[in-house]
């Protein structure tokens, strides 16, 4: 079983930045391919970031590409998303997810655990 608690949300203006934070529990982490999605009211979920846990390149999400960035810290059981430039139309609740165990792939996926979210709201 794996646990994840995100963190980092918050009250922002246009413009501005925040770094979301996931801890995971568990001892599988260095091995699990983790994902940022994000949801807002009305919307269908959104496939943010993906980061695996082997060398490559993330995923990002056109709406995002050169405005944030996904990295892990395996030494802290942590996944990151830095977002700068933030737009109105980023606010949502923001989800991290942990992949299976030994899953490589940032493409599309079923994961296995989900945090409660965070809410990000950029004001305009």
């Known amino acids: 079983q794996v646990q994840l608690v995100e963190s980092g949300g918050g009250l922002v203006q246009a413009g501005g930045s925040l770094r979301l934070s996931c801890a995971a529990s568990?001892?599988?982490?260095?091995?699990?391919?983790m994902g940022w999605f994000r949801q807002s009211p009305g919307k269908e979920r959104e496939r943010v970031a993906v980061?695996?846990?082997?060398?490559?390149?993330?995923y990002y999400a056109d709406s995002v590409k050169g405005r944030f960035t996904i990295s892990r810290e395996n030494a802290k059981n942590t996944v990151y998303l830095q977002m700068n430039s933030l737009k109105p139309e980023d606010t949502a609740v923001y989800y991290c997810?942990?992949?299976?165990?030994?899953?490589?792939?940032?493409?599309?996926?079923?994961?296995?655990?989900w945090g409660q979210g965070t809410q990000v709201t950029v004001s305009s």
């Open positions: 997810a942990a992949g299976p165990t030994g899953w490589a792939s940032v493409g599309t996926g079923t994961y296995d655990y």
């Open positions: 568990g001892r599988t982490f260095s091995r699990r391919t």
């Open positions: 980061i695996s846990w082997t060398p490559g390149s993330p």
